[in-house]
């Protein structure tokens, strides 16, 4: 798990308990109801949304422009964009919310 989890995830998943580290594995795969899309989708708020541009086009961008929903790629970054690329995350959260 400690090489596939990466250094910064590892940093806080080797102080977690195993039986936490299941639980939380199962409710995510649960999801939740409505689902975060459908919470994003109804809020009243501008909203943007930020993924990482490593994984390619993002799948169903263009329903969330659609809903209004800003789509913002941000580079050289994985899951964790604000650890993994700090400046391009403040510099898209900034826009975001000017």
């Given amino acids: 798990m400690r090489d596939r989890a990466g ?5 806080t998943m080797r102080l977690t308990g195993l039986e936490a580290l299941h639980r939380s594995a199962v409710h995510l795969v649960r999801g939740t109801t ?3 899309r459908e919470l994003l989708l109804d809020l009243p708020v501008p909203r943007t949304f930020l993924y990482p541009e ?10 969330l422009e659609a809903a209004g929903v800003r789509v913002v790629p941000v ?3 994985g899951h ?3 650890l ?10 900034a826009e975001a919310l000017a």
Avoid: Q, S, Y
């Fill in 80 to 82: 964790t964009i604000m």
């Fill in 84 to 93: 993994d690329n700090p400046e391009a995350f403040a510099r898209a959260t």
């Fill in 75 to 77: 580079p050289d970054c």
């Fill in 34 to 36: 409505p689902t975060m």
């Fill in 54 to 63: 490593p994984d390619g086009p993002f799948p169903g961008a263009a329903d």
């Fill in 7 to 11: 250094e910064a995830w590892w940093a």
